[in-house]
């Protein structure tokens, strides 16, 4: 079948890619569009030239199958130098979406005339890459730098409304685009209009808008070279020839492609969209409808969950035991849409918008008429099977029954109703209105459509929803609490919590350990641990002496005056030196890579336990849910990622060490160890059938 498609029309020759559903700019379909516009421009029946494609979509991108080999002839940077040589003009008739490569190719035409529902970006800088293909040089000619830098680091696409407004297309046609684009095709007709040519980023304050736009980017990403990348060939824009800037694009482009962070990051692109796939779950499943929503509870949490349905243009209920309660949860969402609005993050249209959705009411009853139920009450079980029991009695029969919980056994949840196939874990994350992160916790009776529904729903929700099995702490919990008891460790062998911190910020953590708990607060996890008859001796320690973190003014540092970030405190590292002595350690300094491996290494040995339990479907699900929701660097590409680079024989022999140093639980787990002894990775397992 003919991936690139000739036709000449009225005098138009209309270049039609014919490769859906993405349209993917392979090695065939480079060369026939390469081929095609030749032909057309030496056919001296054609004045003009429209580039359209089959399907939704104009360009999905590069050919991912082609990622990290050398590509074969033509390259797109060679296409799309072609279309610039033709002496005809050029139209993109943009019906769907024109991402990377594909806004490359319209870049290179000389018009762009788009449809409405046309979406348009170049999101390599989520693949740890930058346009490969000129765009850091044409869009910048086109529409400005400072604009076109901050499309290309924020990766997202922008809507044909937004183009327009933007400049990347001249059009919008309501009606129908390929006769708009032939139209615009023979109105060029005798002129030529080359992006390269254009001079928008020579504009009067160009420059200063770009440089702040690009030390804001650099300031938020400091560990991304890509980022750094782009800021460079876009700068090369104002300084640089065409030619020279576009030279400095492929190079930079190039030398990413081999670079490890780049890699990562483009694992952690590619592991991400995997999560969607559930193995065992059929694709043709019935989803059931979701039109209204309640959550159970107003508190922090429930107000976050009720602002994702309400961002997400669906009606939430918001319930709670008494007025007073339900009264201050609205006020804290009305609270946080009034501050995005201050930002200048939410129009007031939409804020008004979103608060019409929310409604508050006392009692469980008026859960009746809700499809989908979110329970975000208190982290205990009793209180959770009074609920459930509750809501099997009023909620219609096919609604689905969601518990938030953190921990708790879900499928002893689920019992305490007479529908468990209706109940699963939506476990959200804190600040639920904007964690990425959504585990969908499948219980054992959990149906197949409930699960694939509470899957779409995430999704509607802008999450990203990853399948789990029920355990204690599901997957990211699990995990963390293990970082959680060799930090505690760590502090009692000598290590102070500045130190701990310092490592794993200095390893791409936004915030050390310690600091994360003071502003979580020291209480909830104490309050945890006393109901498990857990101890941890520092932390104990801590609460006990009234350090619950930073809403007490002090934990694990002192914030003087209400300040956000603490400073060390001399009693603190008073009371280590005591809790030491009374547990009969000496104290020793700690590097700063050892303490890295302490909190890593342990994370990655759960990881691998939890991957032959079941509990996650394959390493990437384990590496995005550290990615969005736990603040794991992703040019690092998770825990199970991080691990194969390092070498997991290197992993087995130094968790045998802490083994061997009085902390049995550290033993390399079973699966762990088979595949450091086969030399294997992660990435080499796959899941025995279940």
């Known amino acids: 079948m003919e991936k690139v498609r000739y036709a000449v029309e009225d005098g138009v020759a209309v270049v039609t890619i014919a490769s859906p559903p993405v349209n993917a700019l392979d090695a065939g379909i480079r060369a026939g569009l390469a081929e095609a516009v030749r032909r057309a421009d030496a056919d001296p029946a054609v004045r003009a030239i429209v580039i359209a494609a089959e399907g939704r979509t104009f360009i ?20 799309i130098d072609t279309l610039d040589s033709v002496g005809k003009p050029i139209v993109a008739a943009i019906g769907g979406a024109a991402l990377g490569g594909g806004l490359e190719v319209a870049l290179g035409c000389h018009a762009r005339i788009a449809g409405p529902a046309a979406k348009l970006g170049l999101p390599e800088v989520k693949l740890g890459l930058i346009p490969g293909a000129g765009g850091t040089q044409r869009l910048p000619r086109l529409i400005g730098a400072a604009p076109a830098f ?12 937004e183009a327009l407004r933007l400049g990347i297309v001249d059009s919008v046609a309501e009606g129908d685009l390929l006769a708009a684009a032939k139209a615009k095709a023979l109105e060029l007709a005798g002129t030529i209009r080359r992006t390269r040519d254009l001079d928008r980023q020579l504009a009067p304050g160009g420059r200063e ?6 030390a804001e980017a650099l300031k938020r990403s400091p560990d991304l070279p890509n980022i750094a990348a782009l800021a460079e060939s876009v700068r090369a824009s104002f300084t640089e ?22 890699k990562a990051l483009r694992y952690a692109f590619f592991a991400e969209r995997e999560t969607a796939r559930v193995p065992g779950l059929a694709k043709d499943l019935v989803l059931r409808p979701i039109r209204r929503a309640a959550v159970i509870g107003a508190g922090t949490m429930g107000a976050g969950i009720a602002m994702c349905f309400a961002n997400a243009g669906i009606p939430v209920t918001v319930i709670e035991t008494g007025g007073e309660l339900l009264a201050r949860g609205l006020d804290r969402i009305a609270g946080t849409y009034a501050a995005s609005v201050k930002r200048g993050s939410l129009s007031a249209e939409d804020e008004a918008h979103r608060l019409a959705l929310v409604t508050g009411k006392v009692g469980l009853e008026a859960a009746a008429d809700a499809d989908v139920v979110v329970e975000a009450a208190f982290e205990d079980m009793d209180l959770k099977h009074q609920i459930f029991g509750t809501l099997d009695r009023v909620a219609r029969p096919g609604a689905i029954l969601a518990t938030n919980t953190s921990y708790l056994d879900v499928d002893a949840i689920a019992a305490a109703t007479g529908r468990p196939g209706d109940v699963l874990g939506l476990h959200f994350f804190s600040p639920a209105n904007v964690m990425r992160l959504l585990e969908v916790v499948r219980g054992k009776a959990t149906a197949p459509e409930v699960l694939a529904t509470a899957l779409d729903l995430g999704k509607r929700l802008g999450k990203v929803p990853v399948v789990v099995g029920v355990c204690r702490g599901f997957v990211g919990n699990r995990m963390l609490a293990r970082r959680t008891q060799e930090a505690e460790r760590l502090l009692i062998e000598g290590a102070l919590p500045h130190e701990v911190d310092a490592a794993l910020t200095g390893f791409g953590f936004r915030m050390g350990p310690f600091a994360v ?6 209480d909830i996890a104490w309050r945890n641990r006393k109901s498990l008859g857990q101890a941890a001796p520092v932390a104990d320690a801590l609460c006990e002496a009234g350090r619950l973190g930073q809403k007490a003014g002090r934990g694990y540092y002192l914030y003087p005056e209400g300040a956000r970030s603490g400073v060390r405190d001399p009693e603190v590292e008073a009371l280590l030196q005591q809790v030491s002595a009374r547990l009969g350690v000496t104290r020793r300094p700690i590097p700063a890579e050892e303490i890295v491996e302490r909190l890593v290494y342990p994370m990655v040995n759960e990881g691998a336990r939890i991957l032959e339990e079941g509990i996650a479907a394959r390493p990437g699900d384990i590496d995005a849910i550290w990615i969005n929701g736990y603040g794991w660097p992703a040019w690092r590409g998770g825990p199970m990622f991080y691990a194969d680079q390092v070498g997991l024989n290197t992993v087995a022999a130094r968790l045998e060490a802490f083994a061997a140093r009085g902390e049995p639980a550290l033993a390399p787990a079973p699966l762990l160890r088979r595949l450091a002894e086969s030399g294997q990775g992660f990435a080499d397992w796959t899941a025995p059938a279940r």
């Open 60 to 79: 999905a991108g590069a050919d991912i199958s082609e990622f990290g080999k050398p590509p074969a002839p033509p390259s797109l940077p060679e296409v």
């Open 241 to 262: 020839p065409f030619e020279a800037g576009q030279a400095l694009e492929r190079a930079r482009f190039v030398a990413l492609v081999a670079d490890d962070r780049s």
């Open 209 to 214: 808008a770009f440089e702040q736009a690009a």
């Open 150 to 161: 901050k499309l290309m680091a924020d990766g997202a696409p922008v809507s044909a409304a």
């Open 517 to 522: 708990s003071d502003l979580a607060g020291l």
